[in-house]
């Protein structure tokens, strides 16, 4: 008679379960939604300086080039590779991309909750999972560019998740090749990723009984996904150059920073993101609520407190501290959010039912925070509106009109070199760039290798002299500085006005709408303001074309 009881018992419990993780999974899709439709507006914006040298090594990569030997660039190959697949399955467009990332962060703000559920409740892990949707959209973190930092939240995410799932029994083998295969890709993708990556390794040996094989595993893992990725440069001849670019550039620019000046950049920086995203960092400040509240222990919560420190320290390598690489700490603190609102309502509500259900709300009422404080970028203005707010007087707004005037004028095998650090306008021109330099930060930066590398963009364009040059004289584009070797910045000069014309002038508008002048117009009103001379930019562009010998 007591059989059947308790198996009545065993099923009703076994249904509830059900129901909850029903409950669990349809708030996340309601999530996923509201973050789609956050990107609607955004989705199809002009890319900015650094997704436009993603899309354009990715662009060249998919024609036959090879990444770091046909293009230099100081980030490793794991954003390519993105970019490309992105470009493969949704055409080459920034909504493809943007789209793309969409569905991969769907994927690390899924790990986010899940582990506030493990750690806490579910009610915690859907909060979280709200925040990270504000942490990975708003403006002021630069949720609009698709960058190394936002396509590393997922294998960061998703390590730790494997890391935790060591339960103190045997980490098993597949779930331990799959934390290598995370760890590797994380560094593939933002090599500074290295202390979060360590952290998740550490947290799954500790939790291993097995920790032999454990170690096995994840050694297999990282070693296969690395040496891969490494064997395939070597055997395009390619392993020397990327590591000229990813490894010893990359060592150059992070020493660059006085320690002194980290506090600086890091007040410059994260000031901004108070307005939108301060309520949601107080939340996770509230984190420790949790403790009276009885929903998380003190281990668990030292473990994501450990998380995120781990995180800030990636934030934190080079001290320039950039909006976008605080994307790096975006599952920690949204999983700290989202405790901290839970353990709040119910410190407030008691033991009452709703307490149980209303950490989500209170995240949705911070997210909607945000927006409200961001609908000039979440709302209905135009796309230079936007970019302009954004980042000012770069010129991102004007550069896919330019992109498309050259390539009405440039023939399929014509070369462009831009003076300049805006590789956008070579992805939307379709035209291969004049020297592998497609941007001239590592030229025009204070390094080591600088003077080489400008002798070495010369040769280039002596070598194959290319139809258009592109002047670029925003500060932000080119970072002249005292230092700065003379020798591109003089030897360009040279050749432009023994062997070129201004073609095209693209002036500052206050619409930021690209107005492009051509001819006559264009060489009067560049001979009347040059702009060698460190003058204030009037133009977002200015174009010159090669001579024809017979003119």
């Known amino acids: ?42 989705a199809d914006l002009p890319f900015e300086r650094d997704e436009g040298e993603y899309a354009y090594v990715a662009w060249r990569w998919l024609a036959g080039d090879v990444p770091y030997r046909d293009a230099f660039d100081q980030k490793p190959p794991g954003i390519f590779a993105f970019y490309a697949a992105a470009f493969a399955v949704g055409g080459e467009s920034p909504a493809a991309v943007r789209w793309a990332a969409q569905i991969w962060l769907l994927g690390a703000l ?35 560019a698709i960058t190394t930092e936002q396509i590393a939240t997922l294998p960061l995410a998703l390590g730790a998740w494997l890391a935790w799932r060591a339960d103190g029994a045997r980490l098993a083998t597949a779930r331990a090749a799959a934390l290598g295969l995370c760890a590797a890709s994380a560094i593939l993708l933002k090599p500074v990723t290295a202390p979060i990556v360590a952290f998740e390794i550490a947290t799954a040996l500790v939790r291993s009984r097995a920790r032999g094989a454990a170690s096995l595993g994840i050694a297999t893992g990282g070693a296969l996904a690395l040496g891969a990725t490494l064997g395939w440069f070597a055997a395009h001849g390619a392993l020397a150059a990327l590591l000229d670019a990813v490894v010893w550039n990359n060592l150059d620019y992070a020493g660059a920073t006085p320690l002194a000046q980290y506090p600086v950049y890091f007040a410059a920086q994260f000031r ?21 509240t009885r929903t998380i222990g003190a281990a668990r919560l030292a473990w ?46 008691g033991a009452r039912f709703v307490a149980r259900l209303a950490a989500p709300f ?8 945000s927006v409200a404080v961001g609908w000039w970028y979440y709302g209905p203005a135009t796309p230079a509106a936007k970019l302009h707010r954004i980042y000012g007087s770069n010129p991102f707004p ?25 590789p956008q306008l070579l992805f939307y021109a379709q035209r291969p760039s004049a020297s592998r330099y497609i941007f001239v930060y590592p030229l025009m930066m204070p390094l080591p290798a600088s003077a080489a590398r400008q002798r070495e963009t010369l040769a280039e364009l002596d070598a194959a002299p290319p139809r258009f040059v592109v002047g670029v004289f925003v500060r932000t584009s080119t970072l002249e500085q005292p230092g700065t070797p003379p020798e591109l910045e003089r030897g360009l000069r ?37 702009l060698w001379d460190g003058a204030t930019p009037w133009a977002a562009f200015v174009v010159w074309e090669l001579r024809r010998e017979d003119e």
């Open 494 to 530: 040279e050749r432009i006005e023994r062997d070129y014309e201004v073609a095209a002038v693209v002036p500052f508008a206050k619409d930021r709408d690209a107005k492009i002048l051509e001819g006559k117009p264009a060489r009067a009103m560049w001979n009347d303001r040059p």
């Open 304 to 349: 994501i407190a450990a998380w995120l420190a781990a995180s800030l320290l990636a934030v934190s390598a080079g001290g320039y501290f950039r909006q976008h690489y605080f994307a790096l700490a975006m599952p920690p603190l949204a999983l700290l959010a989202g405790i901290g609102l839970d353990a709040l309502v119910r410190t407030i509500l």
């Open 398 to 422: 004007e550069a896919p009109a330019l992109g498309a005037w050259l390539a009405s004028r440039a023939a399929d095998d014509d070369r462009i070199f831009v003076y300049g650090s805006e």
């Open 272 to 292: 901004p993101t108070l307005g939108p995203l301060g309520p949601l960092y107080g939340a996770a400040l509230l984190a420790p609520l949790a403790l009276r």
């Open 1 to 42: 008679m007591v059989e059947p009881v308790l198996r009545g018992v065993d099923a009703a419990s076994r249904g509830t379960q059900r129901r909850a993780r029903s409950a669990f999974w349809l708030a996340l899709l309601a999530v996923a939604l509201v973050a789609i439709a956050l990107r609607a507006r955004v």
């Open 110 to 144: 899924a790990c986010v909750a899940a582990l506030g559920a493990r750690l806490a409740n579910p009610a915690a892990g859907v909060a979280a999972a709200v925040a990270g949707v504000a942490l990975t959209s708003d403006p002021s973190w630069l949720g609009i």
């Open 362 to 369: 209170a995240a949705a009422v911070l997210l909607g925070w």
